[in-house]
């Protein structure tokens, strides 16, 4: 009896926290994480800008030496390591929802549009969105969907 009325009460919890009107997100709300090295003029970050086919918000880590740029949105550290820069580019974000990314992805022009599209539909803390491989010897990998409260993977959602 106790364990069903656990169950029960759960029930009813995990239901009241979907009746609750959560926030529609728009392309405002999106800001893109991008860790790189050796950018060292305002050009550089332009032409990698353009490279990525960015159209959102974006924060750059910049992993250099000497740096010459004068964006607010790129941040030069002499530190060395990916999982710093990320960590770095988290502490710094200010958007509600972050996309980490790498230097070498190139976005479809409707992006932002899609992932705040499946952050409204869907309630969960992290999605794992696709990026379609251009290279033939990196093919396309696909984790299987998970069924976790934090974590959902949409197989029919590339970016």
Request: aromatic content about 10%.
């Amino acid at each position: 009896m106790y364990c069903f009325a656990n169950y029960v009460i759960g029930a009813i919890q995990k239901r009241m926290v979907r009746w609750e009107k959560m926030k529609d997100y728009t392309e405002e709300d999106l800001q893109v994480l991008v860790s790189t090295q050796h950018l060292k003029e305002d050009k550089d970050v332009q032409d990698l800008l353009e490279k990525m086919n960015m159209k959102s918000h974006y924060l750059i880590i910049n992993q250099s030496e000497e740096s010459k740029i004068s964006n607010p949105y790129v941040i030069s550290r002499k530190e060395k390591g990916l999982s710093k820069s990320r960590n770095q580019a988290i502490q710094f974000s200010d958007k509600e929802i972050l996309l980490l990314a790498d230097d070498d992805v190139r976005y479809a022009s409707d992006y932002a549009k899609t992932i705040a599209k499946y952050h409204n539909e869907y309630e969960d803390d992290i999605l794992c969105f696709y990026v379609e491989s251009k290279n033939k010897n990196r093919p396309t990998k696909r984790l299987k969907t998970r069924k976790s409260r934090f974590f959902k993977s949409n197989a029919n959602c590339v970016i």
